[in-house]
Structure formats: C-alpha cells, structure tokens
C-alpha cells in the first residue's frame, strides 16, 4: 500500500497566492501616492502660478507709486513755485500802488509847489508895481518895517496882540511841523530836504511868521528863536539880544534863515522859555507857533524812546512853571494827530497870562 503524501498549509501556491496579494498591494498604494504627488504637484504649480500673477501685479503697483510719488513730487514743486510767483506778483502790485500813490502825491505836491509859486511871483509883481508907484516921501512909507500879501479872500478876527516893546516869537521846527498826521510825518522824514521844505504844513508856518513879523511895530525890538530838542536865534549872532524892528535887515535875515530850516527832531518847550528867559531885559509879548505839547524836557531820555499823552502834559506843565506869569503868551496852535491835550493845555496857558489861542485853518493868513 502506498504511502500517502503530508499536507503542508505552507506549500508553493499559498506563498505565491500571499506574495500576489501583497504585490498588489503595493503596487495599488504606489499607484494611490504617485496620483496624490501628480495632485499636489499640479495644486503646486497653479499656486505658484497665482504667486508669481500676485507677484507681478504688486510689481506693477510699485512701478505706478513711484511714478504716481513722482508727479506728486512735481506737482508739489509746481504749486511751491506758484504761490512763490504768486506771492511776489502781490508784493510787486502793492509796491507799485505806494509807488502810484507817492508819484501821484508827489505830481499833487509839486502842482501845489507851482501854484504857490505863481501866487507868491504874482505878489512880488504887485508889491514891485506898488513900490515903483510910491512916492519918496518918508511919511508915506507906514508904519510896518515888512509888507505881506496873503490870500485877500477871507478876513479873520483873531484877538490876537501883537503890539509890545520887545516881542518875542517861538517857532517850533520839530519834525512834527512837516504834516498834520503821523504817517505822514514818518514819509517825509525820508524824503529828501528840497521835498520837506515844500511841506504844506511848513510852508503854513513860515507864512504865519512872516505875517507876524510884518505886525511888528516899527519901534519896537523883536526876537525871533527856533526850537526842537534844542533853541537858537534865527538872526545869526543874537542868541540873547534884542533886536530893532526898525532894522530891515535883522528880520530879513530871521526869516530867510527860517525858510531854509529842515524841520527834525522831538519837541522840548522847557528848552525854548529857558532861551527866552536869558533876554535882558524881559519880553512884555510872546507869540508861539506850534503843533503840540513838547516830547522831552531840557535834555533827550536816556532809556525811553516813547512817550503817551499824560507825560506831555507833564512835561508841558514843568516847562510852563518856568514861565514868567505877567508877560502875555499868545499860541498859534496848528493841530496835530495823536495830541489831544494840547488846545486845552495851551488855550488854559494863554488864559492864565492873558494872552491868546487860535488854531487856524489851513489858509490862514
């Protein structure tokens, strides 16, 4: 009997059944990851596409900031450069309406110049024709040692005394007798000497004075003194003399000398009664022109340039204490801007002396 063959549960075809079976499996799982790394590989590409489409664009945006910083920068630099343009073309027209304006007052003042010219060439012929007429006869000659010719349209009652024995006239030549208000004052400061002795308001005073001098009786002694900061005889020579009316030529020489004065500097009134006071002897009749109450005593601040109302008056009242109180102060005052006190502080002067105040107007006399 044969033998009969062992059964092994391991044999050939189980191996092979079990190592086709893994075979499978392995190879389905390398065909699972190999599909997954085409997956991601494909996701990675898209991505990297859209990344470098991002890339690009921000690129593209950095390119149109600089280029948009750029006009900015321009634009900026146009506009600086604009309202630079613009800011000089305003500077430009208003310097030239100062300029319009100073050429237009100026046209005016040298028109006014040229009238006054006229008028005083017109009353030099008069007076020429009137002396050529005349006869030689000493009792015809009057009583006055000057003539003047005003206006001849208005006639004034003033009260004022001009009469006396030894007469004293006070002539303020402060720069503030240049104009009636302070800005123009200050523009005529700057002016050249020939424009400032044209000056309305000056050109007013010398005429006020020579109207004065041609009321001076013909017997009586005069002095005629400007002030500022400082006070001296207009006649060369006669600080602290009397002078003779019936010497033409001593008050020709005051008068011409006036006319050349420059009026400058502050106003001391202390400086011009001490002048006064050094006469001997006294005056009996003193006539001032001014526009205002002096700005220093006898001698200029040393610290404080400015000055209110209040301290002029101060300073009015110290220099008035040294007044005498028995001679007549009569005061020609011709108002200026900025000094209210001063037709009180002056009128209430007059009164106390017995004198007079008037404030002219501007075609006085």
Known sequence: MARRRETNVFSMSFLDAITCAFGSVVLVY????AQGGLRRAAQ????????????????????????????MVETETAQVRTEGLGTRVLEEAERLKVELADAD?????????????????????????????????????????????GQGDR???????VGGDRIVLLVDVSASMLDDTVVNVLRMRNMSDARKLLSDKWRRT?????????QIPLDSQFQIYAFNTKAWALAEGSDGKWLKTSDPNALTDAI??????????????ENAFIAMGALNPRPDN?????DGLPTQGVNAPVIRKTIDGDDRVKLFNRAFAKYPR????????????????????????????????MSPSKDWP
């Open 105 to 149: 007052k100026e046209t005016l003042s040298r028109r006014e110049a040229i009238e006054r010219l006229k008028a005083d060439l017109k009353s030099l012929e008069e007076g020429a024709r009137r002396l050529e007429g005349a006869t030689e006869d000493a009792s015809a000659t009057g009583t006055r040692v000057r003539g003047f010719v």
């Open 256 to 269: 011409t000398t006036l006319r050349k004065t420059i009026p400058k500097d502050g106003t001391s009134l």
């Open 286 to 290: 003193v006539i001032m022109i001014t």
């Open 326 to 357: 028995d001679v007549p102060f009569n005061v020609i005052l011709m108002p200026m801007e900025g000094d209210p006190s001063a037709p009180a502080a002056f009128w209430l002067a007059a009164r106390t002396t017995g004198g007079s105040f």
């Open 155 to 161: 006639q004034y009652l003033t009260g004022l005394r």
């Open 206 to 214: 010398i005429s006020t004075v020579e109207w004065l001098a041609a």
């Open 44 to 71: 990675s590409y898209a991505v990297q596409a859209e990344v470098t489409k991002m890339e690009e664009q921000v690129l593209e945006g950095y390119q149109r900031l600089v280029v948009l910083r750029n006009s």
């Open 30 to 33: 390398v065909l699972i990851n």
